[in-house]
């Protein structure tokens, strides 16, 4: 039993070492990087691409027998490499498509066909860097143009938008200051009304007291006048009063003047006497001198004498 294990050990052993001997075999080639440029690669529409690529890669030996030369195997990466590319590329239609929105999708498809197919039995690809695509010049020129083009154009609208903005906004502006000079001139129109309103009702006011004043001054005149007429025929019945009590005084007066001359009279008729005292009496207060013609009526004197005495006119 022991024998039998020994003998198994020593078989791994010798196993193992002929295994790690091919591994070493294996491992004496160098990896090596390529640097690849694949021209004339035509998309579905024609258009020719150029690939710049690095491919880093390494030699194997086979069951049959060692690796072929490195420089064969390198030619071998090239031509292979060329094919798969062109084939890939033939998928792609529109050139337009792989400069644009495929580009990215067109160089995982390269990377991943290569990875693929490159492969050989005596050769390990481990990488495929796609470096570059190179569209043809005029493609690019053109592009280049259209870009500008384009830019151009989106500049001009970008602009004819600004336009359109800055008119819109002077529009909405100049519609703006309208509607300001509109609200100042309809603020000024009832400032002004206001105002027009304030002066007539000044004026009517001072018209209104100019009124009252004038009918206040003919109230007060009126009154006045009346208070005159009302003082002046006051007046003019004191007057009267004042006349009429003169005139009875004077009647009265009158009347005892009248009695005074009838008691001296009945006085003189009943004492001869005494009227003849009397008349002496006059006659010695107002010495006349009188001139009688020759052959004079006695009444003369007589006449004269009753003329002298009071109270015989008014009988």
């Not at 090596?32 to 691409?49: E, I, K, T």
């Not at 050989?120 to 690809?125: C, K, Q, R, T």
């Given at each position: 039993?022991?024998?039998?294990?020994?003998?198994?050990?020593?078989?791994?052993?010798?196993?193992?070492?002929?295994?790690?001997?091919?591994?070493?075999?294996?491992?004496?080639?160098?990896?090596?990087?390529?640097?690849?440029?694949?021209?004339?690669?035509?998309?579905?529409?024609?258009?020719?691409?150029?690939?710049?690529?690095?491919?880093?890669?390494?030699?194997?030996?086979?069951?049959?027998?060692?690796?072929?030369?490195?420089?064969?195997?390198?030619?071998?990466?090239?031509?292979?490499?060329?094919?798969?590319?062109?084939?890939?590329?033939?998928?792609?239609?529109?050139?337009?498509?792989?400069?644009?929105?495929?580009?990215?999708?067109?160089?995982?498809?390269?990377?991943?066909?290569?990875?693929?197919?490159?492969?050989?039995?005596?050769?390990?690809?481990?990488?495929?860097?796609?470096?570059?695509?190179?569209?043809?010049?005029?493609?690019?020129?053109?592009?280049?143009?259209?870009?500008?083009?384009?830019?151009?154009?989106?500049?001009?609208?970008?602009?004819?938008?600004?336009?359109?903005?800055?008119?819109?906004?002077?529009?909405?502006?100049?519609?703006?200051?309208?509607?300001?000079?509109?609200?100042?001139?309809?603020?000024?129109?009832?400032?002004?009304?206001?105002?027009?309103?304030?002066?007539?009702?000044?004026?009517?006011?001072?018209?209104?007291?100019?009124?009252?004043?004038?009918?206040?001054?003919?109230?007060?005149?009126?009154?006045?006048?009346?208070?005159?007429?009302?003082?002046?025929?006051?007046?003019?019945?004191?007057?009267?009063?004042?006349?009429?009590?003169?005139?009875?005084?004077?009647?009265?007066?009158?009347?005892?003047?009248?009695?005074?001359?009838?008691?001296?009279?009945?006085?003189?008729?009943?004492?001869?006497?005494?009227?003849?005292?009397?008349?002496?009496?006059?006659?010695?207060?107002?010495?006349?001198?009188?001139?009688?013609?020759?052959?004079t009526d006695a009444n003369v004197f007589g006449g004269l004498f009753d003329s002298?005495?009071?109270?015989?006119?008014?009988?």
């Amino acid at each position: 039993m022991r024998r039998l294990l020994f003998l198994l050990c020593l078989l791994i052993c010798i196993i193992l070492f002929f295994a790690s001997c091919q591994r070493e075999t294996t491992l004496n080639h160098p990896e090596q990087l390529m640097g690849a440029n694949f021209s004339d690669v035509r998309l579905g529409d024609g258009v020719p691409l150029s690939l710049q690529l690095a491919i880093y890669w390494q030699a194997e030996d086979t069951d049959a027998g060692p690796a072929r030369p490195d420089t064969m195997l390198s030619d071998l990466l090239r031509a292979r490499g060329v094919e798969i590319a062109r084939r890939v590329a033939n998928t792609y239609p529109e050139v337009d498509s792989v400069f644009s929105t495929q580009r990215e999708n067109f160089i995982a498809d390269i990377k991943e066909s290569l990875l693929l197919e490159l492969p050989a039995p005596d050769l390990i690809v481990k990488d495929v860097i796609v470096r570059n695509v190179q569209f043809p010049a005029a493609f690019t020129t053109a592009l280049e143009d259209i870009g500008l083009q384009d830019l151009r154009e989106e500049q001009i609208n970008k602009q004819n938008e600004l336009d359109v903005a800055r008119a819109a906004a002077q529009e909405k502006k100049a519609q703006a200051d309208g509607l300001v000079a509109i609200a100042q001139a309809e603020a000024e129109g009832r400032l002004q009304a206001i105002q027009a309103r304030t002066e007539s009702n000044r004026r009517k006011s001072e018209l209104a007291r100019a009124e009252t004043a004038a009918a206040v001054a003919r109230t007060q005149a009126s009154a006045e006048a009346d208070r005159l007429r009302q003082l002046k025929a006051v007046e003019v019945e004191k007057q009267r009063e004042i006349e009429m009590i003169a005139v009875e005084k004077q009647r009265e007066l009158d009347k005892v003047a009248l009695q005074q001359q009838l008691e001296l009279a009945r006085l003189c008729q009943e004492n001869p006497t005494y009227a003849s005292f009397l008349v002496n009496k006059e006659l010695a207060g107002n010495v006349e001198i009188a001139v009688l013609p020759t052959g004079t009526d006695a009444n003369v004197f007589g006449g004269l004498f009753d003329s002298r005495l009071p109270g015989k006119n008014d009988n």
